[in-house]
């Protein structure tokens, strides 16, 4: 992972992934751990073939509790447009 030299200077970030077998990808917690995220708020997308979002944002909250968690959406053949939208809310 680069190091993300501008990170303080976000309150929000948006945090991507795929989902594997009902969860995040280690990755992601590898992300979490090396980034201090505490009292941002965050907001999970994901995409997957099979498994809805929320076991992952499930997992994600009870890992990271000082993380402002926002409810997460799966992006599965979402359109630019989709995203756009989603993005603004």
């Given at each position: 992972?680069?190091?993300?030299?501008?990170?303080?200077?976000?309150?929000?970030?948006?945090?991507?992934?795929?989902?594997?077998?009902?969860?995040?990808?280690?990755?992601?917690?590898?992300?979490?751990e090396k980034y201090d995220l505490s009292g941002k708020t965050v907001i999970p997308?994901?995409?997957?073939?099979?498994?809805?979002?929320?076991?992952?944002?499930?997992?994600?909250?009870?890992?990271?509790?000082?993380?402002?968690?926002?409810?997460?959406?799966?992006?599965?053949?979402?359109?630019?447009?989709?995203?756009?939208?989603?993005?603004?809310?």
């Open positions: 992972i680069d190091d993300l030299k501008n990170l303080a200077e976000y309150d929000t970030v948006y945090l991507g992934f795929p989902i594997w077998w009902n969860q995040a990808p280690r990755l992601i917690n590898t992300f979490l997308f994901a995409t997957s073939g099979s498994s809805s979002i929320s076991n992952a944002e499930s997992e994600l909250r009870k890992a990271y509790p000082d993380v402002n968690w926002q409810k997460g959406k799966l992006l599965n053949g979402a359109t630019e447009e989709d995203i756009k939208n989603w993005t603004k809310k």
